[in-house]
Nanobody, 121 residues
Framework: VQLQASGGGLVQAGGSLRLSCAAS????????MGWFRQAPGKEREFVAA????????LYADSVKGRFTISRDNAKNTVYLQMNSLKPEDTAVYYC???????????????WGQGTQVTVSS
């Protein structure tokens, strides 16, 4: 499966953005989907994940209550709604596909190219 992330940009602290990840080559519903992010000088970290039929979700503690992951299998797209953004949310955001609902980066076999999110203070 090929993944294409989009929707990043520059936003002020407190603002919102919605990231999208479009899949091609294989039906999105085959996979658990996740979002990760990598800030400058830091390792890539887990943000959120969603099960195949949206029954279960996982979130990093740092984004709970502010970010929402969702998916539309009919559109082969997964979303990350980001509200109440903070400067520390600045990072390149990646979508990824896995076979299990996990936080572990190494369990995700397919990755999109990343989209930059910059939050100004």
């Amino acid at each position: 499966v090929q993944l294409q992330a989009s929707g990043g940009g520059l936003v002020q602290a407190g603002g919102s953005l919605r990231l999208s990840c479009a899949a091609s080559g294989r039906t999105l519903s085959t996979y658990v989907m996740g979002w990760f992010r990598q800030a400058p000088g830091k390792e890539r970290e887990f943000v959120a994940a969603i099960s195949r039929r949206s029954v279960s979700t996982l979130y990093a503690d740092s984004v709970k209550g502010r970010f929402t992951i969702s998916r539309d299998n009919a559109k082969n797209t997964v979303y990350l709604q980001m509200n109440s953004l903070k400067p520390e949310d600045t990072a390149v955001y990646y979508c990824a596909a896995a076979s299990q609902l996990v936080l572990t980066e190494t369990e995700y076999n397919y990755w999109g190219q990343g989209t930059q999110v910059t939050v100004s203070s």
